[in-house]
């Protein structure tokens, strides 16, 4: 076991795309130790006053519904052993230099990139990592770790029910 891995984990967040947490974790993790980073790309806008007042907590608040927050409880509590914290970020911007940036400062060591997964966003600044990262460039990356098919076995129903309880998992969220 080679130190933590810091993995970033595009998101949208929704409890479905907490799919794409799962089966990295189920799938990809050799007795390693992860921090898992929950991204999702976020457009400031062009306005001093939006730019002036922005509060990365804030913007997480308002993004992150209830029922998302208790799905990375449930996922930390099932997966304690491996999970040594899990949280969400904000990519501010679309420019490749940015995101290079952003990587490297936050010393991520993996990136997951769902072959396919449709994202829905409920805010109209938020948008796609996934087009970004892939168009940073793949070699720009840290190790890519590419997970197959992770659809929406739900028909976009987003809730607790559709991933977490048909599991039979003994867990509980604080």
Same mark, same amino acid.
């Given at each position: 076991?080679?130190?933590?891995?810091? =993995? $970033? +984990?595009?998101?949208?967040?929704?409890? /479905? #795309?907490?799919?794409?947490? *799962?089966?990295?974790?189920?799938?990809?993790?050799?007795?390693?130790?992860?921090?898992? =980073? $929950? +991204?999702?790309?976020?457009?400031?806008? /062009? #306005?001093?006053?939006?730019? *002036?007042?922005?509060?990365?907590?804030?913007?997480?608040?308002?993004?992150?519904?209830?029922?998302? +927050?208790?799905?990375?409880?449930?996922?930390? #509590?099932?997966?304690?052993?491996?999970?040594?914290?899990?949280?969400?970020?904000?990519?501010?911007?679309?420019?490749?230099?940015? +995101?290079?940036?952003?990587?490297?400062?936050?010393?991520?060591?993996?990136?997951?990139?769902?072959?396919?997964?449709?994202?829905?966003?409920?805010?109209?600044?938020?948008?796609?990592?996934?087009?970004?990262?892939?168009?940073?460039?793949?070699?720009?990356?840290?190790?890519?770790?590419?997970?197959?098919?992770?659809?929406?076995?739900?028909?976009?129903?987003?809730?607790?029910?559709?991933?977490?309880?048909?599991?039979?998992?003994?867990?509980?969220?604080?």
């Amino acid at each position: 076991m080679s130190g933590i891995q810091r =993995v $970033l +984990v595009p998101t949208d967040f929704t409890v /479905d #795309s907490l799919r794409i947490a *799962l089966e990295y974790l189920e799938n990809n993790v050799d007795n390693q130790r992860v921090e898992l =980073v $929950l +991204v999702c790309g976020y457009d400031l806008g /062009d #306005s001093i006053t939006g730019l *002036l007042g922005f509060t990365k907590d804030d913007h997480l608040a308002r993004l992150q519904g209830e029922d998302f +927050v208790k799905g990375c409880e449930m996922i930390k #509590s099932r997966f304690k052993q491996t999970v040594v914290e899990m949280y969400a970020d904000l990519l501010i911007s679309k420019n490749a230099r940015y +995101v290079r940036n952003y990587l490297k400062g936050n010393r991520i060591t993996q990136v997951v990139l769902p072959e396919t997964y449709g994202f829905r966003f409920f805010n109209r600044h938020s948008f796609d990592i996934l087009n970004v990262l892939k168009a940073v460039g793949l070699e720009a990356l840290p190790e890519v770790v590419s997970l197959p098919v992770v659809g929406n076995e739900t028909d976009n129903i987003d809730t607790m029910d559709s991933i977490f309880f048909r599991k039979g998992w003994k867990v509980s969220y604080e």
